[in-house]
């Protein structure tokens, strides 16, 4: 019987405010429990929830990149339920005019477009943060009120990669539109992942298992395989009904999922439309304000890096994927450096090093100016594309201007005529017996040469002068 896997995601990121969602506490990372609160986080009496407009302004910037239909008015209702880490008993969301539905973006999966349709966007405020220990817990109110943006799919993912590339897709958008750092290591983004099997040509969707806040790609990834061979297992084995509409939580440490509890419905919610918060009118004018914001994103990029620089689709998704990245090779454009060398410098050498010390691009001391000074002395012919390479980890290590280390250490490619003739017909003179062979037409001796001249410079011959003299006079 073959199966099909049926994936839906919710995705939770906190955007990138000054302040929190309905409160002017301040909206910001800090290891200090409780330092960013007032009275409205903590639901004291008497408070009432003013909403950010920045936040709702980014909001619908996010629903507008994902080309959501948005109302004309914003609704925020209540979603009731208990738990410590939500001092209302009710949490302040969307649910009867969130900020976009009906949404649908394309993501590349393995070189071919995916489209994948949204369900829909809305804001809502986060919840406070547990910390439990052996037999406490404790709860830190920093994060709640922070303004979070959920955005769900519909059921309309078929693979595991096609639900990382999506989530990665999103995490880019967040980034190039600066709504969000989208900083999984802050916990700036989470994830619930649906996963349901059905037979191939069936019309009905399996039953739907959820497996709560997954914290990372990687682990999105693995709880999904996990899940389709857990559901797979019991399917094949007649215990079909075993598989229920639960939700369970991803295990890092046993690489499996764990039950929590059974799946609570919309209904249970008992959603309601906030009487403390009025209807909020989406001005068109508005709307068309926040459009022109929009920079190109990561596809439009991408196809523009193929289209006017001729770049690979390789080496042009490189560039795109990470936002750093692609900013420090358009800073590299605007300093007029050729798109491909630039393009050849970060997606090897740059690349290359960031990702062995674990670092992001903006942090390393060679900025695209500095990449700029190495280049023009490579395109003079004053080093070597060695030296270059040389030149490139000396800056990085010493953290000093190309053009003092060049001078400091001498690093300077061997250009003058009279003095590599000289020394290839000193190297001639001790190699009789090479120059009769390489004449008897063992040509692989003119590398011999080449490796005897470069012995004899340490390196700094101008390798294009020294085969043209070293030819000349092989003749």
């Known amino acids: ?21 309905f409160s002017k506490s301040l909206n910001s990372y800090n290891d200090i429990p409780n330092s960013c609160i007032t009275a ?66 394309d993501v590349e999966v393995n070189d071919q477009l995916v489209p994948i ?14 910390d439990h ?47 969000s750092e989208a900083d999984t290591k802050k916990g700036q983004i989470r994830c619930d992942v649906n ?39 019991l399917i094949e084995s007649g215990k079909k009904d075993e598989i ?28 309601y ?21 929009i920079p190109l994103l990561p596809l439009e990029r991408k196809a523009k890096y193929i289209e006017d620089y001729n770049l690979s689709s390789y080496d042009a998704g490189v560039l795109v994927k990470n936002k750093e990245v692609s900013d420090y090779f358009e800073e590299c454009l605007r300093l007029g450096i050729n798109p491909k060398e630039a393009s050849n410098w970060i997606t090897s050498q740059i690349m290359g090093y960031i990702n062995k010390h674990d670092i992001e691009i903006n942090e390393i001391f060679l900025t695209p100016k500095r990449l700029l000074g190495i280049l023009n002395y490579l395109n003079k012919g004053t080093i070597s594309s060695k030296q270059a390479k040389e030149l490139f980890f000396m800056i990085l290590e010493k953290q000093e201007e190309p053009d003092i280390l060049i001078k400091k250490h001498g690093i300077e490619q061997l250009n003058n005529d009279d003095e590599l003739i000289n020394i290839i017909q000193n190297i001639l003179d001790n190699n009789q017996s090479q120059i ?40």
């Not at 709702?56 to 109302?71: G, Q, S, W």
């Not at 349709?117 to 547990?130: G, R, Y």
């Not at 099997?197 to 999105?220: I, P, R």
């Open 436 to 475: 009769d062979e390489y004449k008897a037409g063992k040509t692989k001796v003119f590398d011999y040469f080449i490796g005897q001249i470069m012995k004899e410079t340490k390196g700094k011959a101008n390798p294009v002068k020294a085969k043209e003299i070293l030819l000349s006079k092989l003749k």
């Open 133 to 179: 220990y052996f037999d406490y817990s404790l709860i830190d109110y920093n994060r709640a009120g922070v303004p979070l943006l959920e955005i769900v799919t519909d059921p309309c993912i078929y693979s595991p990669e096609a639900a990382v590339a999506f989530l990665e897709h999103l995490r880019n958008i967040y980034k190039y539109t600066d709504c």
């Open 40 to 105: 409205i986080d903590l639901a004291f009496p008497g408070t009432l929830p003013v909403v950010n407009k920045e936040a709702v302004k980014k909001a619908l910037k996010m629903a507008i990149c994902l080309n959501c239909e948005i109302p004309e008015v914003l609704i925020f209702d209540r979603k009731n339920y208990y738990y410590p880490d939500v001092p209302k008993n009710y949490q302040i969301t969307q649910n009867t005019k969130p900020v976009g539905i009906n949404g649908k973006i």
């Open 1 to 21: 019987m073959a199966l099909k896997v049926v994936i839906g995601l919710e995705m939770h990121c906190e955007l990138k405010t000054k302040t929190k969602v």
């Open 273 to 293: 439309v906030d009487p403390n918060i009025p209807k909020i009118k989406i001005e068109s004018k508005w709307l068309e304000e926040i459009k022109a914001e």
């Open 117 to 130: 349709t949204i369900h829909d966007i809305h804001l809502e405020e986060d919840t406070a943060s547990l």
């Open 195 to 233: 996963v349901s099997l059905k037979e191939e040509e069936a019309k009905e969707l399996g039953t739907k298992v959820e497996v709560k806040n997954v914290n990372s790609f990687s682990n999105v990834y693995a709880a999904i395989i996990y899940e389709i061979k857990r559901q797979t297992e």
């Open 244 to 271: 229920i509409q639960e939700t369970r939580r991803w295990d890092e440490e046993s690489g499996t999922t764990i039950r929590m509890r059974e799946k609570v419905e919309s209904i249970d919610y008992k959603y």
